[in-house]
């Protein structure tokens, strides 16, 4: 039973263009979101978080929307550049305060 | 270094062997975790440690699955009588301390039984 769904397994989008990669999650108990970047044959690094007590974060290029009433959060990654394309991992955080769920990741390319 | 530190970062095995994957966390990070990622999957929490303590194990898939942290500092997670099913790559993260926030991961340990 999949709590976090990140239902695109793959997104391909131009450099200089928008890439935006979905969430879903199933668990009312969550309360704070993570977005992480992992390049291969390398750990996965943190790139942007949300509390459920807001609906949007922004850091540089990138900005993360939580939508709870639809239990959905997306990134958005404008301009997006080659050196973006990693695996791009949704997690969240409830119930406890150590135990992250992570979807099984988007594999973004970015074509130059 | 600064990072988290993992070890072997590549093993190969035979099923029903044993395997010790180490990890050592960020210098002052009290919280330690262990996760693994198998084929087409997500990471999968395996275990937490606050300091030399694990409040919460149940994450380890069988009680072939042991882990183990000393000073505060490095960790050890220990597989008994590998099976096939244990193929995944094991990743390690830490942060300064528990809750909302930021882990830091390893680049991980990646096990194959054969």
């Known amino acids: 039973d999949q709590q976090v769904k990140q239902n695109s397994p793959s997104l391909s989008v131009q450099e200089g263009r928008i890439s935006i990669l979905n969430c879903d999650y199933t668990?009312?108990?969550?309360?704070?979101f993570l977005w992480y970047k992992k390049y291969p044959a390398e750990g996965p690094t943190f790139l942007i978080s949300i509390s459920s007590i807001k609906d949007k974060n922004e850091d540089g290029r990138f900005t993360v929307f939580l939508n709870k009433s639809a239990k959905h959060l997306s990134l958005h990654i404008v301009p997006s550049q080659p050196g973006d394309s990693a695996v791009y991992f949704c997690a969240a955080l409830g119930g406890s305060n150590y135990k992250l769920t992570f979807g099984k990741g988007t594999l973004l390319t970015v074509n130059p | 270094g600064a990072g988290v530190s993992q070890s072997p970062s590549n093993k190969v095995t035979e099923k029903g062997k044993d395997v010790e994957l180490r990890c050592d966390p960020i210098s002052g990070h009290t919280a330690l975790y262990w996760y693994r990622q198998s084929l087409g999957q997500g990471l999968e929490f395996l275990i937490y440690f606050q300091g030399n303590s694990a409040p919460d194990k149940s994450g380890l898939p069988s009680d072939r699955f042991s882990a183990e942290r000393t000073g505060g500092s490095v960790s050890t997670l220990t597989i008994q009588r590998t099976q096939q099913e244990d193929s995944a790559v094991y990743l390690c993260?830490?942060?300064?301390?528990?809750?909302?926030?930021?882990?830091?991961f390893g680049e991980g340990s990646r096990l194959t039984v054969l």
């Open positions: 668990n009312s108990m969550f309360d704070y």
């Open positions: 993260a830490s942060s300064l301390m528990s809750g909302p926030g930021e882990l830091f």
